[in-house]
C-alpha cells in the first residue's frame, strides 16, 4: 500500500519516556512541537496516563516469506510487528528461497514498503544458502535498494572460522555488522533442544550446553578485535555469554548483543511437559542463567532486546518434542514482558526499554530515521503504552497466522495503545488502522 499523508495530530498529554507530561504536535509524519499546546486543526489523541516512547526497533524478526507464507506473511508479521509497537523490523534471511543475492534482499524490502505498516529491512545471509562456506552476495545486497547492513546465517552458525573472519573483514568496508547464532555444531548438533543438565537427562532430551554458545561468542568477538570489525552476538542466553561479552566490551571489541523476551522470562523447567510451544533455539535456560542475563540488559553489557519472533504453522510445532520445529512468537508481546520483567522490577526505567528496543538497535542496524529521541523536527516514529493495563494475552487473538505463543493465558501490567510510523497511525486503541 502506499504510504498517505498523515496530516496533523496531537498525542494530549503524554508521558514522555515516563519521565513528564507533554502535548506533542506531528505534522507532515514529523514531531514539530512539544508542550502545552491547542488543538485547533488537529486530530487528537488522548495520551493522558500512556508512556510515549520512540516506535520499537526489532534486530530479529522472521517473516517467512518467501517460501513459508502458511506460518507468516510480510503483511501479517508487519501487522504483529504494528500491534508490538514496532516501526522497524529486520527480516531474518532463512527464507525460501534464502536472502543472499540482491534481488532477494531486493523483494523483501519491496514487500514490507507494498505492507506498508513497519519499515521492514532485510537481513542478507552470510553465506550462500547458509550453507557456511561460500561467503553470499554481501557487497552487492549491502548497494541494493534496500541497503543491506546486517548479516546473518540465523538458525545456523558461522562455524568455520575462516569464513567468519572473512565475512567480517568484507562488510568492514561498508560498516556492515555480521549477526551470529552462537552454535558450535559439534558441542550442540542440530538435535540438540533442552539446556544440558539433570533435566534433560532425566527427560531423555538431547542436551544444548552453554558452553557451545559461548566458544563461538569468544571466537568472534577475538575475531572483531583482529579485524577491527563489528560482531553481533544474536539471542545470548547464558551467564558464560555475558562474561564473555563483559570482557570484551572492557577491551573496546566492536560487539554488540541482544536478548529475547523468552530469555528474560521464561526457564528450562517448562521443558518438563514435553510442550513443544517451549522450544526453541537457543534453548530456555536454569534461572541463574535468566538473573544474569536480566542485570546484563540493566547494566548495558546487553546492548538490546530483539524477538527473535518465529512462526511456525501447527503442523511444524504439533509433534513430539524433539521433531517439532524451533521457536515461538514474540512481537505483539515484547514491550509487555519487558515492562514486566525489567520496568515493574525496579531494574529499568521507561527510558532505558527506549534505549534497548529503539535506539540502540536502530543504530546497530543503521536505520536513519528510527530509534530517534522523542524531539522537535525528529521522524513521528512512536509508541504510546498503557503502563498499568491489565493485558491477559489470548494466542488466538494474534494477528499473525500461527499461535505457537507461550505468552498464552499470562498477564502483563502493559499494554501497545497506539503506534504511529511517520506520523500515521498503524495502531490506534490497541488495533490495526
Not at 514490507?112 to 557487497?139: I, M, N, R, W
Request: with cysteine.
Amino acid at each position: 500500500m502506499t504510504e498517505q499523508t498523515p496530516g496533523t495530530i496531537l498525542l494530549r498529554g503524554a508521558s514522555l519516556l515516563g519521565e513528564r507530561s507533554a502535548d506533542v504536535l506531528v505534522v507532515d509524519g514529523v514531531i514539530a512541537e512539544i508542550g502545552s499546546l491547542s488543538a485547533e486543526g488537529a486530530r487528537v489523541v488522548d495520551a493522558d496516563g500512556l508512556v510515549a516512547l520512540p516506535g520499537l526497533v526489532d534486530l530479529h524478526t522472521h517473516l517467512r516469506e518467501p517460501g513459508r507464507e502458511d506460518a507468516e506473511t510480510v503483511v501479517t508479521g508487519s501487522r504483529a510487528a504494528a500491534m508490538g509497537g514496532f516501526t522497524a523490523v529486520l527480516a531474518m534471511a532463512n527464507t525460501s528461497p534464502v536472502t543472499d543475492t540482491a534481488e532477494a534482499a531486493e523483494r523483501v524490502h519491496d514487500l514490507g514498503l507494498a505492507a506498508g505498516l513497519v519499515d521492514v529491512q532485510p537481513v542478507g545471509a552470510v553465506t550462500k544458502g547458509l550453507g557456511g562456506e561460500e561467503l553470499a552476495e554481501l557487497g552487492l545486497m549491502a548497494r541494493s535498494r534496500a541497503r543491506v547492513r546486517v548479516f546473518s546465517d540465523d538458525g545456523r552458525c558461522v562455524a568455520d572460522p575462516r569464513v567468519m573472519r572473512r565475512a567480517l573483514e568484507y562488510v568492514k568496508a561498508f560498516g556492515g555488522v555480521v549477526s551470529q547464532h552462537s552454535q558450535d555444531p559439534d558441542l550442540a548438533g542440530p538435535q540438540s533442544c533442552c539446556h544440558e543438565g539433570e533435566l534433560s537427562g532425566r527427560l531423555g532430551l538431547p542436551g544444548w550446553p552453554g558452553v557451545a554458545e559461548e566458544v563461538i561468542v569468544a571466537r568472534d568477538v577475538m575475531l572483531a578485535r583482529h579485524t577491527g570489525s563489528r560482531v553481533h552476538v544474536a539471542h545470548a542466553s547464558t551467564a558464560g555469554t555475558v562474561e564473555v561479552l563483559r570482557w570484551a566490551k572492557s577491551q573496546g571489541i566492536a560487539v554488540t548483543a541482544e536478548v529475547t523476551p523468552h530469555h528474560l522470562l521464561l526457564t528450562t523447567d517448562l521443558l518438563s511437559g514435553y510442550d513443544p510451544t517451549y522450544k526453541v533455539n537457543p534453548p530456555l535456560r536454569p534461572a541463574e542463567d535468566v538473573e544474569a542475563l536480566r542485570a546484563a540488559l540493566a547494566d548495558g553489557t546487553i546492548d538490546a532486546v530483539a524477538t527473535d519472533h518465529a512462526p511456525h504453522a501447527r503442523h511444524d510445532k504439533e509433534h513430539a518434542f524433539v521433531d517439532a520445529a524451533f521457536g515461538m512468537l514474540g512481537l505483539e508481546t515484547a514491550l509487555p514482558v519487558v515492562a514486566s520483567v525489567m520496568v515493574e522490577s525496579g531494574l529499568m526505567t521507561w527510558a532505558d526499554v527506549a534505549r534497548v528496543m529503539s535506539t540502540t538497535p536502530a543504530a546497530i542496524a543503521g536505520l536513519e530515521g528510527h530509534g530517534r529521541g522523542l524531539e522537535v523536527g525528529a521522524p513521528a516514529n512512536i509508541v504510546l503504552v498503557d503502563p498499568s493495563a491489565d493485558l491477559t494475552v489470548d494466542r488466538d487473538a494474534s494477528v499473525s497466522l500461527s499461535r505457537n505463543n507461550p505468552w498464552h493465558g499470562r498477564t502483563f501490567g502493559a499494554a501497545v495503545r497506539h503506534t504511529l510510523l511517520r506520523g500515521r497511525p498503524t495502531v490506534l486503541d490497541g488495533s490495526l488502522v
